[in-house]
């Protein structure tokens, strides 16, 4: 349900429908939607943790006249099934598997948050075949700065009699403030499924059960010998206001990458970019696409 109240490039950006697919990888169907001609070079969004591929269906059109737009679903949410167990390396290998079965010519990965922090174990499994990857909120920390303490915990999926109720019980994790409500709306309609009882949310709770304390130190120290390694251009997008990527971050991960990759920040942004400043997210994306494909990488310093 589109709010008719929303502006009009939100309601014209929802009418471009996409389709919908899946593959299986490692025995879990892998749902994922795609816009445009499959001749064209490829973009692939990766939504963020307890998100979904419709996170992105507002962003994606703007893409569909250039490229072939895939936004997809990591296991454990959104339309695809649920595993056993999770790992960053496991939701690596679903993106690279999405783009080999689509065929992606010159595939730029996009990622968001816990979509940003695969799509480097993705990127490092492409190897050389990547053309770009594109960070979107997802902070490598200096050593010093990474927290004694980790530990993240979601119930499980409650119940509600109304779709009107479990709406009215959204939330952005982390939260924040300036998301557009119009918005919101949209995406808590696109996260809930009709369970026996009435209502649910599509993300499988057990997910978290990677993120200790001791599992983010180490998946801290990864992310940063494969951000290092990797063969393809990369640019980093943050929210200016972003609770989750602190300028700390930024600057480490610049000097990490031996100056080589750019760290842009979006003004007024939060950590849910799409969700507050959602036109300047894709401006930014349309500028590296473009200068990507007119430019060579400039050199360290």
């Known amino acids: 349900m589109i709010n008719p109240n929303s502006p009009e490039w939100f309601q014209e950006a929802l009418a ?48 569909a006249e250039t490229h072939r737009v895939i936004a997809m679903n990591l296991s454990g ?28 010519t010159k595939p730029i990965i996009v990622g968001h948050s816990l979509g940003g922090m695969c799509s480097v174990v993705a990127a490092f499994q492409f190897k050389k075949d990547l053309y770009g990857l594109v960070i979107v909120d997802t902070a490598i920390m200096p050593p010093s700065k990474i927290p004694d303490k980790f530990d993240f915990k979601i119930k499980a999926n409650k119940t509600y009699k109304s779709i009107e109720d479990a709406k009215a019980r959204f939330r952005l994790v982390p939260s924040q403030g300036g998301s557009l409500d ?15 009882d009435g209502w649910s949310w599509k993300f499988d709770p057990k997910y978290m059960s990677i993120f200790t304390t001791e599992g983010f130190k180490a998946r801290q120290a990864i992310l940063s010998d494969k951000l290092v390694a990797l063969d393809c251009r990369v640019a980093v997008l943050r929210g200016e206001k972003s609770m989750l990527f602190p300028e700390s971050a930024g600057k480490y991960m610049h000097e990490l990458t031996n100056k080589k990759m750019p760290i842009i920040a ?18 930014a994306l349309r500028a590296l696409v473009t200068d990507w494909d007119h430019s060579v990488p400039a050199k360290a310093e």
């Open 16 to 63: 471009v429908e996409p389709e919908t697919f899946s593959i299986e990888v490692e025995g879990a169907k892998i749902s994922y939607l795609a816009w445009g001609k499959k001749e064209n070079p490829g973009i692939l969004f990766v939504h963020g943790g307890m998100a979904h591929a419709h996170w992105w269906s507002f962003i994606a059109p703007f893409f």
């Open 77 to 104: 949410m959104g339309d695809s099934e649920w595993r056993e167990d999770y790992a960053s390396e496991l939701w690596g290998k679903e993106i690279v598997e999405v783009a080999k079965h689509e065929k992606l």
């Open 182 to 196: 119009f918005i919101m709306d949209y995406i808590a309609d696109k996260s809930l499924k009709q369970v026996e």
């Open 266 to 283: 979006i003004p007024e942004a939060h950590h849910h970019i799409m969700v507050d400043q959602p036109l300047a997210l894709v401006a």
